[in-house]
């Protein structure tokens, strides 16, 4: 059984830096990883995806130059490490893995429970 736990959450101020964290269990590890937002009364979005074995990552052009994703030598834990902040940034992060399709609409097979990120202005 595959599980996802998210970390890293809290609340900051515009131009703040937070890091989350997404480890999982039961995974291989030999796939996708993606890192998804959603805020209160607006659709997920997909914030920024990395493959294990080869290619660079993908961002959302709402995070590029601000977020940076990356996994961990065991292609078992992905981070987003989030600079600059911005209110808009507020919302329940989810962390994702196994993509079957495109990165930002494709399925993903495994879900955490997410964790929350509050920007203030």
């Known amino acids: 059984q595959v599980q996802l736990a998210e970390s890293g959450g809290g609340s900051v101020q515009a131009g703040g830096s937070l890091r989350l964290s997404c480890v999982s269990s039961?995974?291989?590890?030999?796939?996708?990883m993606a890192w998804f937002r959603q805020a209160p009364g607006k659709e997920r979005e997909a914030v920024a995806a990395?493959?294990?074995?080869?290619?660079?990552?993908s961002y959302a052009d709402s995070v590029k130059g601000r977020f940076t994703i990356s996994l961990d030598n065991a292609k078992t834990t992905v981070y987003l490490q989030m600079n600059f902040l911005k209110p808009e940034d507020t919302g329940m992060y989810y962390c994702?893995?196994?993509?079957?399709?495109?990165?930002?609409?494709?399925?993903?097979?495994?879900w955490g429970q997410g964790t929350q990120v509050t920007v203030s202005s």
């Open positions: 994702a893995a196994e993509l079957s399709g495109a990165w930002d609409t494709g399925h993903y097979n495994f």
């Open positions: 039961g995974y291989t590890g030999n796939q996708w």
């Open positions: 990395i493959y294990c074995c080869r290619g660079g990552p």
